[in-house]
């Protein structure tokens, strides 16, 4: 009877309280599986939002004309991946320092206060004593065969893995920055190159409309212009709206909010030198030996490395010194005394159950793994500086190429416009060379600036790329000197 009126008592209560209160103030389920669970109601919570990342002062005047270094600063400055690297490394140059002390004696001072009674026993009578007094120890590891050492040595590589760390991430902030820069510039070109497109096609219809008021055109070339003209505004109305596209993300490469209110210079509309002296070996052998990420990957390969030192060690003997001295002052007298110890000690470890064997051999295998790591992307370092080298040789023909389609598809134009106005062309004729020339001015804005996205995919992966944007890379205007 019992046990009914408490599984009873139980039912009801679970009735009464479907979802039962959270854990030290943390809330519990939703009620059912449909319906959406309620976050609990936070108290006192303290305000951790930041400010809005902005332009700064210093570019605020000229914030619609921003050129490319200064695009290159602002994200440099807002950007968390930077910070958050750069305060990596400042934790690691503290480890570094706190392994560091190793080498010195660690001092201490101990303060206590002894009440001290004893009950009365065997004949002997009840002490009570309150006594306190100061107590100064000193100890220090003298050597330890390679345990310290590997230790410092770890934490030392560790520093500069984080270094060279926060050089890659700052790189590849700027090639982010250098492509959505690029992006956004070619969107733009493609939108002037389209609103020239656009002016042709309405004149092309006012035409074609006059020459079919006056009996020389059918409707069909009427109807022809009409839709040239509808295709090419609706070719326009995309690419305003993918210039909106690339405008905000280029804002999110610098760290500013999308909406923004800034703009960017348009460059003049030439030509790049077209062409590199450096030879891909060369490029690769410094690709090899500078780049930063490569760099990182050995240090933390040689701090893995250091730990087998740290690892042995532990199976090997240490020679320690230690001593304390301290007074001692008792209450209600005026006695006191000093006292003090003083000890060199040897330390061998004999027998734990194989755990140094086992620690030696899994750090051994671990440095070789790091070691096999930083040898891989050696690997891929290399193919990333040849293939980003023979991207810029095939955008550097594309950039030729796309120039030569753009001469002689104008050509092509000016031909069937005027055979048009003189009556011996068709509409058709007109329209199709007008695009065959739309494209071909896309295709040359394009190359051009994916020719500067090569050169910085080639000084990024070289690992030569500089905080403002530029390379030491030797750029040479003849194209027909390009090194192969």
């Known amino acids: 009877m019992g046990a009914r009126a408490l599984a009873a008592l139980a039912a009801l209560a679970a009735a009464c309280f479907p979802n039962p209160p959270g854990v030290r103030g943390v809330a ?45 600063d602002i994200a440099l400055r807002n950007n968390s991946a930077t910070a958050a690297a750069w305060a990596d490394a400042r934790a690691a140059a503290a480890t570094y320092g706190a392994a560091r002390g190793q080498y010195y004696p660690t001092i201490s001072l101990d303060g206590a206060v002894t009440a001290i009674k004893t009950v009365p026993s065997a004949g002997r009578s009840a002490v009570q004593q309150q006594f306190y007094g100061p107590t100064l120890n000193l100890s220090w590891l003298l050597f330890d065969l390679g345990g310290r050492s590997g230790s410092i040595g770890e934490a030392r590589e560790a520093l500069l893995a984080a270094d060279w760390s926060h050089n890659a991430v700052i790189q590849n902030v700027v090639l982010g920055v250098e492509s959505a820069y690029f992006g956004y510039m070619a969107t733009k070109a493609l939108l002037v190159a389209q609103q020239t497109t656009l002016k042709e096609a309405q004149a092309n219809l006012q035409a074609a409309e006059e020459r079919h008021r006056v009996g020389l055109a059918t409707i069909a070339d009427v109807l022809q212009a009409k839709t040239a003209l509808s295709r090419a505004q609706l070719t326009l109305e995309t690419t305003q709206g993918a210039l909106q596209t690339t405008r905000g993300a280029l804002a999110l490469s610098m760290g500013l909010p999308a909406n923004v209110p800034y703009d960017v210079a348009l460059p003049p509309d030439t030509l790049p030198p077209l062409g590199i002296s450096d030879s891909v070996d060369a490029l690769i052998e410094r690709a090899v030996r500078e780049r930063p990420d490569l760099a990182a990957a050995r240090a933390e390969a040689r701090a893995v490395q250091a730990r087998v030192s740290v690892a042995r060690a532990q199976a090997l003997p240490s020679l320690v010194v230690s001593g304390s ?32 064997i086992y620690g030696v051999k899994a750090a051994a295998a671990a440095a070789r793994a790091a070691e096999q790591r930083a040898h891989g992307m050696e690997q891929q370092v290399i ?18 190429t796309s120039a030569d389609l753009l001469a002689s598809a104008t050509q092509s134009e000016d031909v069937a416009l005027g055979r048009y106005k003189a009556g011996a062309g068709s509409l058709l004729d007109l329209l199709t060379a007008q ?18 996205t090569a050169l910085a995919q ?27």
Not at 42 to 62: I, K, S, W, Y
Not at 383 to 395: E, K, M, P, S, W
């Open 28 to 72: 519990g389920t939703a009620p059912t599986p449909s319906v959406f669970w309620t976050p609990p109601r936070e108290r006192g919570a303290r305000d951790t939002t930041r400010p809005a990342p902005a332009v700064p002062p210093e570019l605020t005047e000229r914030v619609q004309g921003l050129q490319l270094t200064d695009v290159i």
């Open 325 to 356: 001295t301290g007074e001692t002052y008792f209450l209600n007298t005026s006695t006191f005394g000093n006292s003090y110890t003083a000890s060199i000690a040897i330390q061998i470890p004999l027998f734990s159950g194989w755990s140094q």
């Open 383 to 400: 193919f990333q500086v040849f293939d980003a080298y023979y991207g810029l040789r095939t955008a550097t023909q594309q950039v030729r």
């Open 435 to 452: 695009a065959a020339l739309s494209d071909a001015r896309a295709q040359a804005i394009q190359a051009r600036f994916s020719w500067y």
């Open 458 to 484: 080639l000084a990024h992966d070289a690992g030569i790329l500089g905080l403002d944007g530029r390379s030491p890379l030797h750029v040479q205007p003849d194209s027909s000197r390009i090194n192969r």
